[in-house]
C-alpha cells in the first residue's frame, strides 16, 4: 500500500490541552482512471506523538480522515503511534491540515520538523508536524483477453486481470462494445465473470471491445479504472448453418451427371462482374 511521509522528528513537548495542527500536507493524486481524472483514499494514519510524564489519549486527523480516540504510551520523546485506521477520505491532490487532539489528557511529546509551522492552543513553533499516511487507488487496466465464439450475430469476450488492484478488493468489471472504434454509443456490461457473449449484433460487422476494472474508489469517484487495450472482430456475414460444432457457409450443390457433386454459390451482377452474393 502507497505511504507518504511528511514533516519530521525533532521532539517538542509540554503542551497541555486542545488541537496542535500544521497546515500544507500534501496530499495524492492516485492512478489515472477512465474519466481522465485522479483520485484515492486515504485509510490509515501514523503520528509522531508520546505521552509526557504519562500515558496519554489522543486522536488525529488528516483533512476529513480521522482517527477515534486511542492512548499513546509514556515516553521520553515523540514515538511513532504505529498503523492507526483513519475514516476514507476520496482526495484528488492539493494540500490540508493534519492535527493532533488530546484536550483534555495532558502533556505530550510532539514530533515536528523541516518547513512550515506548527501551532497549538496559544502558541507556534519552526517545523511541520510530522507523520504518514497510507491510500488506496484505482485498480490498473485488465491485460489479459481475448474474443472467441464469433458468429454471425454474437461475439463471446474473455478477460482476465493480472495487474495491480489499488491496494482494494475489485467490485466489478466494466466491458464496453460498440460498432466504432470510438466507442461512440456503446453497449456495456458491470460483471463479475470472465467470459460474456454479446448477442443480437449484425452480421458482416466489425466490433470493438475494452475492459475496465472497478473498486471502492472508482466507485467513490464514479467511473471506472483505466481501459484495458482495445481488440476488434467482425462478425460473419452472408448465410450460414450451424454444423453442429461451427457456423460455416450455406451452399447449394448439384449432381455433374452422378459421379460428384459440384459447389453452385449463388452469384449476382454489378453489371460488368458475377460476384458471391452475401
Not at 98 to 105: R, V
Not at 217 to 234: E, F, I, L, R
Request: charge should be neutral; glycine fraction near 20%.
Amino acid at each position: 500500500m502507497p505511504e507518504v511521509e511528511w514533516g519530521g522528528r525533532g521532539s517538542s513537548g509540554g503542551y497541555t490541552a486542545g488541537v496542535v495542527y500544521s497546515d500544507g500536507i500534501p496530499l495524492p493524486t492516485g492512478r489515472m482512471m477512465a474519466s481522465g481524472s485522479q483520485a484515492c483514499i486515504i485509510v490509515a494514519l501514523w503520528g509522531w506523538v508520546g505521552g509526557n510524564g504519562a500515558a496519554r489519549s489522543i486522536n488525529m486527523a488528516l483533512g476529513n480522515s480521522g482517527t477515534g480516540q486511542f492512548d499513546v504510551g509514556n515516553h521520553a520523546s515523540d514515538a511513532g503511534t504505529g498503523w492507526i485506521g483513519s475514516g476514507g477520505w476520496l482526495v484528488q491532490g492539493g494540500t490540508t491540515r493534519f492535527q493532533i487532539n488530546n484536550a483534555p489528557s495532558g502533556p505530550l511529546w510532539i514530533g515536528r520538523g523541516g518547513g512550515g509551522t506548527t501551532f497549538g492552543p496559544s502558541w507556534s513553533r519552526a517545523g511541520t508536524l510530522g507523520g504518514l499516511y497510507r491510500y488506496v487507488q484505482s485498480p490498473s487496466e485488465p491485460t489479459s483477453y481475448s474474443l472467441t465464439g464469433i458468429g454471425p450475430t454474437n461475439i463471446v469476450h474473455n478477460f482476465g486481470f493480472n495487474g495491480d488492484q489499488g491496494e482494494t478488493g475489485i467490485t466489478a468489471y466494466r466491458v464496453q462494445c460498440a460498432d466504432n472504434p470510438s466507442f461512440s454509443g456503446p453497449r456495456e456490461i458491470d460483471t463479475g465473470s470472465g467470459t460474456n457473449n454479446f448477442t443480437g449484433l449484425k452480421p458482416g460487422t466489425t466490433y470493438y471491445f475494452r475492459v475496465a476494472a472497478r473498486n471502492w474508489v472508482t466507485d467513490a469517484a464514479g467511473t471506472v479504472g483505466p481501459w484495458s487495450s482495445v481488440m476488434s472482430a467482425k462478425t460473419l456475414s452472408g448465410a450460414y448453418v450451424n454444423n453442429g460444432s461451427a457456423f460455416g457457409p450455406a451452399q447449394m450443390f448439384v449432381g455433374d451427371g452422378g459421379t460428384a457433386w459440384k459447389d453452385t454459390s449463388v452469384f449476382v451482377a454489378d453489371g460488368t462482374n458475377w460476384n458471391p452474393a452475401q
